[in-house]
């Protein structure tokens, strides 16, 4: 089944900073979503971007297909942003979401 | 928001005794899911539904059962608690065959 790599694992901001989140596929992409969940555990849908490039606030995000990878753009990072950021795509034999492992993401005041 | 709740959001349960977490949706969609999420392994498929009374198994459906007997609640039943069952547990809902929303999650411990 597909494979889907999250980078980096973890990443520390100072509040105000901008960061760039990668996800790369081991297969073609179909439907990808970013995802945060932030530290209550709820899952937040960020972003649903099989292709191109969406925009939503202070958060971007950009799809290649054809290169099998996402990029989640944060700029201006704020305290509450801190969580972690998931992307998936649907690549299960049952028609379910693979998740990547996440990338814990900490702003500090 | 896709009209999803879980209930309960946090139970604790003795080990060997059942237990079954409720999703409820409001928006009428076909296909239903169950993952659990643990540290290290993300999120995992346990059972999935695709309509009223057709279900299958996921990735670690052993020691679980589901049932759906109506379009709007997906039932999830641990038949006999284990500690390894210690979770969190999300349901989530397949919007027309393209975006996933999911359910606030529920916290379960077994003890």
């Known amino acids: 089944g597909i494979q889907v790599e999250q980078s980096p694992p973890d990443l520390i901001l100072q509040e105000g900073a901008n960061s760039t989140l990668r996800c790369n596929f081991s297969d073609s992409v179909n439907n990808l979503q970013w995802f945060h969940q932030n530290p209550w555990g709820q899952l937040i849908n960020l972003f649903y971007i099989p292709s191109g490039t969406k925009q939503n606030g202070r958060l971007s995000a950009t799809t290649v297909a054809t290169e099998r990878y996402s990029l989640l753009y944060i700029s201006s990072s704020q305290t509450t942003d801190s969580g972690v950021y998931f992307c998936?795509?649907?690549?299960?034999?049952?028609?379910?979401?693979?998740f990547g492992k996440g990338t814990k993401l900490s702003v500090k005041p | 928001d896709a009209g999803i709740t879980q209930s309960p959001r946090h139970k604790v349960t003795e080990t060997g005794t059942p237990v079954t977490l409720r999703c409820h949706q409001t928006?009428?969609?076909?296909?239903m899911y169950w993952y659990r999420q643990d540290p290290g392994h993300g999120l995992r498929l346990i059972h999935y539904?695709?309509?009223?009374?057709?279900?299958d198994k996921g990735e670690v459906s052993d020691g679980y059962s589901v049932s759906r007997s109506k379009t709007e609640d997906f039932l999830l039943t641990l038949e006999s608690a284990t500690s390894s069952q210690t979770s969190v547990y999300f349901c989530?809902?397949?919007?027309?065959?393209?975006?996933?929303?999911f359910g606030q999650g529920t916290r379960l411990t077994v003890v």
């Open positions: 989530a809902i397949n919007r027309d065959n393209t975006e996933a929303f």
């Open positions: 928006e009428n969609h076909r296909y």
């Open positions: 998936a795509d649907y690549g299960g034999s049952q028609g379910n979401l693979i």
């Open positions: 539904s695709y309509g009223v009374k057709d279900t």
